[in-house]
C-alpha cells in the first residue's frame, strides 16, 4: 500500500483570494493539505467561505495570493497550461457554451491535451472514451445529444469526459447541485468508486455534508477560524462540524454524524 | 463511428449541389447560355464568341466572387457566434464593417473636402477598396489591441460594438456635409455587388481569403474546446488569449476582405450558420466549418442569380435579396424545429 501514499497534491501556508489593480482581499489562510494517490476528498463549509476561491486556484483560475500548490512536486505556477491538462481535469456547475454536441462527441473534447492539431483521434484515444463511458455506465447514451439529458445524466457525462482527459486529480466544484437526494448520493457514490478502481484523487465540493461524511476518505472543512483537513472520524470527534454554522438553527449530532434542526 | 458517415454522406451531398448552383448561376442571366456551352466556355472553347467573353469575364468572375463572399461570412460568422457564445454575433460584431464604412465614406463624402479635380480622382474602384481595406484594418488593429487586455471575452463584444457607433457617427455627420450625389454613391456601395470584378482583383481577394479560412481551419480545435465555456477550455490546456487572437485576426481578414471588394453584406455571416445547425445537427466544428462554406456559398449563388433576375437588364442590390429570401427560410427553419440549435 506504500503506492496509496503517494502525495499528488499539496498545499502549504496557502492564502486565496482576489486580487485587484490596488488591493488584495485575503478569504482564507494558512490553508496546509496534502491530498494522496486514489483519495475521494470533499472539501464543506458555509456559503461564502471560499470553497470555490480554493478549488478555482488550484485549478488556476486565480492566482495564489500568498504559499504555494504543488502537483506531483511541481509548483503550481511553474506548470504550464498544456502540462495542467494532463494533470489536473475539472467538472464546474457552469452552463456549456452549446450541448448540441453527442455524449461521445463531447467526452472525447476531454482528449484535446492529447491529440494532433486538428483534434484527430487515434484508436487508443477512442479506448479511453469509450473506457471512461463504461466506467460511469453510460456507454448507451453514447449518440444522445447532450440537450437531451437530464441533469444526472448530464452530470455524469461531464464526469466522464474529466475521467478521459486522463489526469491525477479531477476537482469538481460542487457536482451534486440540482441533483435530487437519490442522483446527489449516486454521483457521490460513483466518485467513490471511481477513486478506488482508477487509483485518481477526486476532489469535491458539496453542500451534503451527512453523504461525505459516510464516503470521504478525507475531507477539507473551511471555517471563518480555520482550514482543517482530516478523516471524517477525526473530524467529528475533535467537534470540527459543530463550529461549521451558527447554532441558532441547526445541530450537529455526534452520535449520527449529521445535522438536526434544532427544535 | 456510424454518425461520422452520415456527416461526410450530407457534405458529399452539399459539394454536388454547389456544382449545380454554380453552373446554374453562370447560365442564368439576361442572356440564358446552355449548360454544355459553360463546361466548353470554362475551358474556353465554347462556339459563340460573345458567350465565351460573358462567361469568361463576367459570370465565371462573379460566380467565384459569390462563393468567396458566401461561404467566408459564413465561417466568419461560424467563428464570432462561438467565441461569444452569442447566437446573435456576426462577422461583423467586432466593427469591422463599421470600419469599411468609415473608409468609404471618407473617400465619397469627404471628397469635397479634398477639391473638385482630386475628388474624381480618389472615387475610383481601387480607392473604395484600398480605403474599405484600411478602415478595417484600423479596426482590427484597434480590436486586437484590446483584446490582449481584457479578459472577459464578453467585453470585446461590448467594445466592437462601440467601435461601429463611433464610426456611424461619423458617417452621419460626413452625410449631412454632403452633396445628394455623394449621399447616393454611397448608399449604392452600401447595397453590395458581387459584379465587376476583374481577375486581377479576384486573384488578391482569393489569396487573402486563403488565409483567413486557413486560419479557420488551424482554430477547429480551438472552437470546439470553447464549445465548453472558457474555463473548460483552459482546463485542456487552450491558451485562450492566443487562441481568441487568432480567431478574430482570421474572421476580421476574412470580413474586412470581402468588404472591400463586394461591400457590406448582412445577413448571411448571421444566418449561414444557423441555418447549418438546424439542417447538420452538430456543434463540432470539424463538420460545421466545411458545412458552412458549402452552404454560404450555396445560398450566396442562389441570392446572385435572383438578383441579377433572369432574362431581363436589371440588377436587384445583393444585399436586399440575401435578407428578403434567406430571414424567410431561417424563420421556416426555427419554427418548424421549434428549437434553436447552438
Given amino acids: 500500500m506504500v503506492e496509496n501514499e503517494t502525495i499528488i497534491l499539496s498545499t502549504t501556508n496557502l492564502a486565496i483570494g482576489y486580487l485587484t489593480n490596488r488591493s488584495k482581499l485575503v478569504v482564507a489562510s494558512d490553508i496546509n493539505f496534502e491530498l494522496k494517490k486514489g483519495q475521494l476528498i470533499g472539501l464543506v463549509g458555509a456559503n461564502g467561505i471560499g470553497k470555490s476561491t480554493l478549488l478555482r486556484t488550484i485549478i488556476k483560475v486565480q492566482p495564489v495570493i500568498s504559499g504555494n500548490i504543488t502537483i506531483n512536486n511541481q509548483d503550481l505556477i511553474s506548470i504550464d497550461s498544456t502540462d495542467l491538462a494532463k494533470q489536473l481535469s475539472i467538472v464546474l456547475t457552469e452552463q456549456l457554451t452549446s450541448k448540441n454536441l453527442s455524449v461521445y462527441e463531447l467526452v472525447a473534447l476531454g482528449r484535446h491535451p492529447y491529440t494532433n492539431w486538428i483534434g484527430n483521434l487515434t484508436t487508443s484515444d477512442e479506448n479511453i472514451v469509450n473506457n471512461a463511458l463504461k466506467l460511469v455506465n453510460i456507454s448507451d447514451l453514447k449518440d444522445k445529444k447532450c440537450f437531451e439529458l437530464s441533469d444526472g445524466q448530464f452530470q455524469k457525462v461531464m464526469i466522464a469526459r474529466a475521467l478521459a482527459q486522463d489526469t491525477d486529480i479531477i476537482v469538481l466544484d460542487e457536482p451534486t447541485t440540482h441533483l435530487d437526494m437519490y442522483h446527489k448520493a449516486y454521483i457521490l457514490k460513483l466518485l467513490q468508486h471511481l477513486a478506488k478502481e482508477t487509483g485518481k484523487t477526486i476532489l469535491f465540493s458539496s453542500h451534503e455534508i451527512d453523504l461525505a461524511i459516510q464516503l470521504c476518505d478525507t475531507m477539507i472543512v473551511m471555517t471563518k477560524e480555520a482550514v482543517i483537513c482530516d478523516q471524517p472520524c477525526n473530524l467529528i470527534s475533535n467537534g470540527v462540524f459543530e463550529s461549521l454554522f451558527p447554532k441558532d438553527l441547526i445541530s450537529f449530532d455526534n452520535a449520527t454524524g449529521s445535522f438536526r434542526v434544532s427544535k | ?342
Fill in chain 2, 1 to 342: 463511428m456510424r454518425s461520422n458517415k452520415s456527416y461526410n454522406k450530407q457534405l458529399a451531398l452539399l459539394t454536388a449541389a454547389l456544382l449545380v448552383c454554380f453552373l446554374l448561376n453562370i447560365s442564368l442571366g439576361s442572356i440564358r447560355i446552355p449548360i454544355n456551352e459553360i463546361v466548353s466556355g470554362l475551358y474556353g472553347s465554347a462556339e459563340n464568341k460573345t458567350w465565351q467573353i460573358i462567361i469568361q469575364d463576367f459570370r465565371l468572375p462573379k460566380a467565384i466572387t459569390a462563393i468567396l463572399v458566401g461561404s467566408g461570412l459564413g465561417v466568419s460568422g461560424l467563428l464570432m457566434q462561438t467565441l461569444f457564445r452569442n447566437p446573435l454575433a456576426g462577422p461583423f460584431v467586432l466593427g469591422i464593417s463599421s470600419g469599411a464604412s468609415l473608409g468609404v465614406a471618407l473617400v465619397i463624402l469627404g471628397s469635397g473636402l479634398f477639391g473638385g479635380i482630386l475628388a474624381t480622382y480618389l472615387v475610383s474602384k481601387w480607392s473604395i477598396v484600398i480605403a474599405a481595406s484600411i478602415g478595417s484594418l484600423l479596426v482590427l488593429i484597434a480590436v486586437l489591441a484590446v483584446s490582449s487586455k481584457v479578459r472577459d471575452t464578453m467585453a470585446i463584444l461590448i467594445i466592437g460594438l462601440m467601435f461601429g457607433s463611433i464610426t456611424a457617427a461619423i458617417v452621419s455627420v460626413l452625410s449631412y456635409f454632403s452633396t445628394a450625389e455623394q449621399l447616393q454613391q454611397y448608399i449604392f456601395w452600401g447595397f453590395g455587388s458581387l459584379s465587376n470584378l476583374s481577375w486581377n482583383e479576384l486573384t488578391i481577394f482569393f489569396g487573402l481569403y486563403v488565409i483567413g479560412i486557413l486560419l479557420a481551419i488551424f482554430s477547429i480545435k480551438d472552437l470546439n474546446s470553447l464549445l465548453l465555456g472558457d474555463n473548460y477550455a483552459k482546463s485542456l490546456g487552450l491558451n485562450l488569449k492566443q487562441s481568441r487572437m487568432v480567431i478574430i485576426l482570421s474572421t476580421s481578414i476574412i470580413a474586412g476582405t470581402i468588404t472591400a471588394f463586394a461591400g457590406p453584406i448582412a445577413f448571411i455571416g448571421l444566418a449561414i450558420p444557423h441555418l447549418t445547425r438546424q439542417i447538420i445537427k452538430t456543434s463540432n466544428h470539424r463538420v460545421l466549418l466545411p458545412a458552412v462554406c458549402l452552404y454560404g456559398s450555396i445560398v450566396m449563388l442562389i441570392c446572385d442569380s435572383i438578383a441579377q433576375l433572369p432574362a431581363s437588364d436589371y440588377i436587384l442590390p445583393i444585399n436586399a435579396i440575401t435578407a428578403l429570401i434567406g430571414a424567410p427560410v431561417v424563420i421556416w427553419l426555427l419554427v418548424r424545429q421549434r428549437k434553436m440549435m447552438f
